[in-house]
């Protein structure tokens, strides 16, 4: 067992290597003085003051978080809805019908998923901008706030709610004091994995984003097209360090849930 374990640590540390060491590698040469990536000729932000010189960049980065924002807030309350309607489904077929019509949306190829939001807008002739891409980040976090969601659903004794109805408490009442409260944990982990997913969503984005609006994805896209400059490295840099930051927090709030939950024991 213990070389089995010890095989399984070495196994995980040249995964993340793997996983990691381009990134790093990336942000190493984001403070090169040089402007190429074969040499580190000296530490410099410049390459940073650039990114944040950039208005055109200032604006796509704006459009990226109000969208990323909107669509997790959005997909997050339809989700939540969702959820809880096919966890009250009494029809079983019915229930797992939508539950495999859900987890189908998540493992669908997110080319697949982009060109088909293009041929819609454009049969129905909505204009390619804000509007296409928003609607198309609300339908690809949905799925993910629903799955987020229905485990805590599932693990909620009914005895609950029917102590809540014996009580005097309307649906309303049952909805927002009783099952609000409960899956709150699941609730914040499906915002900010959905946010997460729109931020750094390149596939469908590229397919329904259309002339004078852009994000940051599909802007490194293009910018890296053009060549690779260090601005880029900066720019990357930036996103995933947001990034990060949006995991951790998720961590924390999901810890700080679990330690409320238990009674701070």
Same mark, same amino acid.
């Not at 994995?193 to 596939?203: E, P, V």
């Not at 590229?206 to 599909?218: A, D, E, P, R, Y």
């Given at each position: ?13 040249v ?33 940073y ?8 960049? @200032?604006? %796509?980065?704006?459009?990226? #978080? =109000? ?8 997909? /997050?309350? $339809? &989700? *939540? ?17 939508v539950?495999?019509?859900?987890? @189908?949306? %998540?493992?669908?190829?997110? #080319? =697949? ?8 807008f /454009?049969? $129905? &002739? *909505? ?65 900010f ?26 802007e ?46």
């Open positions: 067992m213990g070389k089995l374990s010890k095989l399984g640590k070495i196994y995980l540390a995964v993340f290597f793997i996983l990691y060491a381009p990134i790093f590698y990336l942000i190493f040469y984001s403070f090169n003085s040089g402007g190429t990536m074969s040499s580190f000729d000296g530490f410099t932000l410049e390459h003051a650039a990114v944040f010189n950039d208005t055109r960049l @200032i604006i %796509i980065l704006m459009n990226t #978080v =109000i969208v990323a924002l909107l669509s997790s807030l959005i997909a /997050t309350a $339809i &989700g *939540v809805l969702g959820a809880i309607g096919i966890v009250f489904l009494r029809n079983r077929k019915m229930r797992n019908a539950l495999s019509l859900n987890n @189908i949306l %998540i493992v669908s190829p997110d #080319v =697949i998923i982009g060109a088909s939001f293009l041929i819609l /454009t049969m $129905i &002739g *909505v204009k390619l901008g804000f509007a296409s891409v928003l609607i198309s980040h609300i339908a690809f976090s949905i799925p993910i706030v629903v799955i987020m969601v229905l485990p805590k659903l599932q693990e909620m004794s009914s005895s609950l709610i029917d102590a809540a109805a014996d009580l005097g408490a309307s649906k309303r009442d049952i909805l927002t004091r009783v099952i609000i409260p409960y899956i709150k944990p699941g609730i914040f982990a499906g915002f994995l959905a946010l997460t997913y729109s931020l750094d969503d390149f596939a469908v984005t590229f397919f329904v984003t259309g002339n004078g609006f852009s994000t940051l994805s599909v490194i896209y293009s910018m890296a097209r053009a060549g690779i400059t260090l601005t880029i490295n900066a720019l990357s840099a930036l996103i995933f360090v947001v990034t990060l930051g949006l995991v951790v927090g998720y961590y924390f709030f999901n810890q700080r849930a679990r330690t409320v939950g238990t009674g701070g024991q």
